[in-house]
């Protein structure tokens, strides 16, 4: 079992199960004080910390750390038309905006892929039940997945 690294951008990397299968892990610190849970995507065949991924891991990380507050309102931009017919409550909710919606998101997971993306994930409760938004991102922060229901 590999041992644990401390990286000057990411951190403490820790070599855990994830899902079952084992993988790097650490945490992204956001601006907020909050943390996110970031792993790379099990694969035999992809080592994160080659000298090809690791440097666009840590750009992604250095990216979000400074932007995730912006990405959020923008996430809650793009999905609140969806939001508001799927999950909003007049009753229970109050009026409708985009910033209602960008409160109720929390940045629960990242997850780094071998092409360079970082797949994120968004939760958020509603009066039905909880709701997840999923969107891509590149490691310069570009939008590279739209945001969507994962489902």
């Known amino acids: 079992m590999p041992t644990p690294i401390e990286d ?11 899902y079952g299968e084992w993988t ?12 996110v849970r970031a792993y790379t995507l099990p694969d035999a065949a992809w080592d994160p910390l ?37 999950y909003w409550d007049p009753h229970t909710d109050g009026a409708a905006t985009p910033e209602l919606l960008a ?6 997971e990242v997850i780094l892929v071998p092409d360079g993306l970082a797949y ?11 709701g997840a938004i999923r969107l891509g991102l590149d490691s310069t922060g570009a939008v590279a997945i739209k945001p969507g229901y994962p489902w």
Do not use: K
């Not at 403490?12 to 199960?17: K, Q, S």
């Not at 892990?25 to 943390?35: I, R």
């Not at 409160?103 to 629960?108: C, E, K, P, S």
């Open 8 to 18: 000057p951008v990411l951190g403490r990397l820790t070599w855990d199960r994830v």
């Open 24 to 35: 790097w892990t650490f945490a992204v610190p956001l601006a907020d004080g909050s943390a």
């Open 50 to 86: 080659d000298l090809e991924s690791l440097p666009r891991i840590r750009a992604l990380v250095e990216w979000l750390r400074e932007n995730e507050p912006s990405l959020r309102a923008r996430v809650a931009a793009e999905m609140f038309e969806e939001w508001r017919e799927d």
């Open 103 to 108: 409160a109720r998101l929390r940045l629960v």
């Open 120 to 130: 994120l994930e968004y939760h958020f409760d509603s009066a039905f039940d909880p």
